[in-house]
């Protein structure tokens, strides 16, 4: 079997899938953090391995950059290929002065711009937040691995390069943690399929300060990111 954009075939993902934005990342995760990994799709390049982490099976795939792409892949992993939870990894961009460059932010809920979530909720605002569970496990490997993880509201994007004056601004004075581009997509496809979903997030540039992280400081944060992320894939129930 295949889907129009994943060309593996029902039971080669496991029920667990950690999705980063870059397909090559997806590999890197899969060469460095999986044992007996084994690809399973590369439709497009959008490239999907399933391995073990600890003895349990673990998929990890890329899900493209912003909300339509993101909404394509969870949808068809959720209800083609029996996933139950996605752990979106990914970088963000600080907007709170509260966050810096190398934090861990955990998406508790995400406001957009994006339409999607209308559409799909009959015109109506629909609250996208993380699968409970899941956010419990993810704060609870954190604070077992010592790592410091932020927790609340991130703003998914539908464009990177955003023309709007005063656009972080407001989203600083509404409490916005940091900016990205797919977790409110993810939060709603989760929903409207009955799945379960979580974003953790970097910090990789913060928008109001300029700072961004150096090659080395990204790596750190990420391989404290995937540490949580892995952690709480084993850990939730
Ligand atoms: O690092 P990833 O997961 O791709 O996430 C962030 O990076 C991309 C923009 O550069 C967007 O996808 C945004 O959400
Ligand atoms: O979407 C993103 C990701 C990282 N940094 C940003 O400024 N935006």
Redesign the pocket.
Known sequence: MATPHISAERGDFAETVLMPGDPLRARVIAENYLDNAREVTSTRNMLGYTGTYRGAPVSVMGSGMGIPSMSIYAFELYTQYDVEKIIRVG???GVSDSVAVRDIIVAMGASTDSSVNRTRFGGHDFAAIADFGLLEATVGAARAAGIEARVGNVFS?EL?YNPTPDFFAMMQSHGILA???EAAGLYGVAAETGKRAVSILTV??H?MTGASTSADERQNSFQDMMKVALEAAAGAN
Do not use: A, L, R
């Open positions: 970088t963000c961009g994007s990177f900016v990205e581009m990789s540039d928008v």
